[in-house]
Structures are given as C-alpha cells and as structure tokens.
C-alpha cells in the first residue's frame, strides 16, 4: 500500500470522491424453446427504446446474459448455443427492429425457471 493511501485513512477528517461503475440490468422472463433446437431458448429484445430523458431514444448494446449468479458465454451461433451448456447468442437487428436472443442455460432447461439478466453498456 502507498504511503499516501496510509496517510489519507489516517487522517480523521477527508475528502474523498467516490467513483462507482453502473452496468444497466434487465430481467428477462418469458422465454419460448426454439424450434429445431434441444437446448435453446429464445427471447425478444428491444436494442433501441423510447424515452423521454434521451431525445431520440436509447440503444441498448447487449453485453451480457446471466443465469442466477453466473455469467453465462457468447458464442457465434445459435447451433454453437445448442452445443454449449450455459451460453448465448445474440441475433442483433437494425435499430428500431425486434431482435433474437438465444440461450442455453446451464441445465439446459427454460431460463424462466431461473433469474435470466442481461446487460448492456459494458
């Protein structure tokens, strides 16, 4: 640890400015099994909504799926989400369009049957 660091806590009245990194969440709920697929389920999601605070609207770039606890994997494919337990894909569409999100939980059943987050803005 730094001197400086040491003598900072030391002091009994400071300043100190806090610098906190926010990663935006959505549950997810409804998923539907995709056809043709064992272990892939599908979902909806808006990359761009309206809003009031953001003229024009906000894009939401997915970064991430989390089952529970667990950072779930991207992969390049829905036939590779399939393959891999505990992954995802994610079918990306122009702004304004519906886009696809694939999962393979890490049982391999329906994600509603655990809390399924996303994430966006890395």
Same mark, same amino acid.
């Given at each position: 640890?730094?001197?400086?660091?040491?003598?900072?806590?030391?002091?009994?009245?400071?300043?100190?400015?806090v610098? @906190?990194?926010? +990663?935006?969440?959505?549950?997810? *709920?409804?998923?539907?099994?995709? %056809? #043709?697929?064992?272990?892939?389920? !599908?979902?909806?999601?808006?990359?761009?909504?309206?809003?009031?605070?953001?003229?024009?609207?906000?894009?939401?770039?997915?970064?991430?799926?989390?089952?529970?606890? @667990?950072?779930? +994997?991207?992969?390049?494919?829905? *036939?590779?989400?399939?393959?891999? %337990? #505990?992954?995802?894909?994610?079918? !990306?569409?122009?702004?304004?369009?519906?886009?696809?999100?694939?999962?393979?939980?890490?049982?391999?059943?329906?994600?509603?049957?655990?809390?399924?987050?996303?994430s966006?803005?890395?």
């Amino acid at each position: 640890m730094s001197q400086a660091f040491e003598n900072f806590i030391d002091q009994t009245v400071r300043e100190a400015i806090v610098l @906190v990194e926010i +990663t935006p969440k959505q549950k997810l *709920a409804g998923w539907s099994k995709t %056809a #043709g697929r064992t272990n892939v389920w !599908e979902i909806t999601f808006e990359n761009f909504v309206g809003t009031d605070i953001q003229k024009g609207g906000l894009y939401r770039k997915l970064t991430g799926l989390r089952q529970n606890d @667990v950072d779930l +994997t991207e992969v390049a494919s829905i *036939a590779a989400c399939d393959a891999a %337990a #505990g992954s995802w894909y994610y079918s !990306e569409q122009s702004l304004g369009s519906t886009s696809t999100l694939y999962c393979s939980t890490t049982g391999s059943v329906d994600p509603d049957l655990y809390t399924a987050m996303v994430s966006f803005f890395r």
